[in-house]
T-cell receptor, first 113, second 115 residues
Framework: SQELEQSPQSLIVQEGKNLTINCTSSKTLYGLYWYKQKYGEGLIFLMMLQKGGEEKSHEKITAKLDEKKQQSSLHITASQPSHAGIYLCGAPSSGGSNYKLTFGKGTLLTVNP | DSGVTQTPKHLITATGQRVTLRCSPRSGDLSVYWYQQSLDQGLQFLIQYYNGEERAKGNILERFSAQQFPDLHSELNLSSLELGDSALYFC??????????????FGPGTRLTVT
C-alpha cells in the first residue's frame, strides 16, 4: 500500500521566515493534495497538484509536484502566526475514479511572533 | 467553511454502545468519503460512496457500516464500540472539477469519545 512520508515532523520558525515542508510517496503519485488543520478541527483544502512539474500558489503558499522523485514540496514565504497548524499531504490511490486518499502523518508548524 | 456539515460535533458514549454520525455533502457533490483520525494511526480512509452506491473501502472494521441516502447525505454507524474507537471522524465530499481533478472538502468532524 502507498505510504506518504512528511518531513520535517515539526518545525518552529520566527515570523517572517520562509520554510519548506516535503512529502515523499513510496509509490507513483497520481496527484497530491495539501491540507492545513488546526488541532482537533477540520481540514482546510489548500491546493491539489495533478501533473508532474505543476506548481500552484495560494497567497504566500506555493506547492510543487515532482513526479519523477514521487515528491511534493510546500513552501511558505514570509511566514505569519496565521500559518501555524498541521500541514497534511494526501495522495489518491490510483489515477482512476477511486480517489480515496492516503495521508502523511503531518507536519506541525509553529510560527513565533 | 467548506460547505460540508457533520453532526454531532462531540459524542461521548460507553463501550458496547452504537452511534450514528451524520454528514451532509456540499451542494452538488455526489461523492462522500469517511475518514478516521487518531493519534496513533493518523488520518485513515474508511469508505467512499458515490450517488448512493459504495465505491471504495479502506480499513473499515466490520462493526462499522455506512450508507448514502437519495438526498446524498451519509451516515456512518459504529457499533459494539471499544475504547480504541475514540477518534475524530471526518466526512469529505468531492465533485469533478473542469480540470478533471477531484477536490475533496472536509467537514469539521465528529469527536467520538468512548468511555
Amino acid at each position: 500500500s502507498q505510504e506518504l512520508e512528511q518531513s520535517p515532523q515539526s518545525l518552529i520558525v520566527q515570523e517572517g521566515k520562509n520554510l519548506t515542508i516535503n512529502c515523499t510517496s513510496s509509490k507513483t503519485l497520481y496527484g497530491l493534495y495539501w491540507y492545513k488543520q488546526k488541532y482537533g478541527e477540520g481540514l482546510i483544502f489548500l491546493m491539489m497538484l495533478q501533473k508532474g512539474g505543476e506548481e500552484k500558489s495560494h497567497e504566500k503558499i506555493t506547492a510543487k509536484l515532482d513526479e519523477k522523485k514521487q515528491q511534493s514540496s510546500l513552501h511558505i514565504t514570509a511566514s505569519q502566526p496565521s500559518h501555524a497548524g498541521i500541514y497534511l499531504c494526501g495522495a489518491p490511490s490510483s489515477g482512476g475514479s477511486n480517489y480515496k486518499l492516503t495521508f502523511g502523518k503531518g507536519t506541525l508548524l509553529t510560527v513565533n511572533p | 467553511d467548506s460547505g460540508v456539515t457533520q453532526t454531532p460535533k462531540h459524542l461521548i458514549t460507553a463501550t458496547g454502545q452504537r452511534v450514528t454520525l451524520r454528514c451532509s455533502p456540499r451542494s452538488g457533490d455526489l461523492s462522500v468519503y469517511w475518514y478516521q483520525q487518531s493519534l496513533d494511526q493518523g488520518l485513515q480512509f474508511l469508505i467512499q460512496y458515490y450517488n448512493g452506491e459504495e465505491r471504495a473501502k479502506g480499513n473499515i472494521l466490520e462493526r462499522f457500516s455506512a450508507q448514502q441516502f437519495p438526498d446524498l447525505h451519509s451516515e456512518l454507524n459504529l457499533s459494539s464500540l471499544e475504547l480504541g474507537d475514540s477518534a475524530l471522524y471526518f466526512c469529505a465530499s468531492s465533485v469533478r472539477s473542469l480540470a478533471g481533478s477531484y477536490e475533496q472538502y472536509f467537514g469539521p468532524g465528529t469527536r467520538l469519545t468512548v468511555t
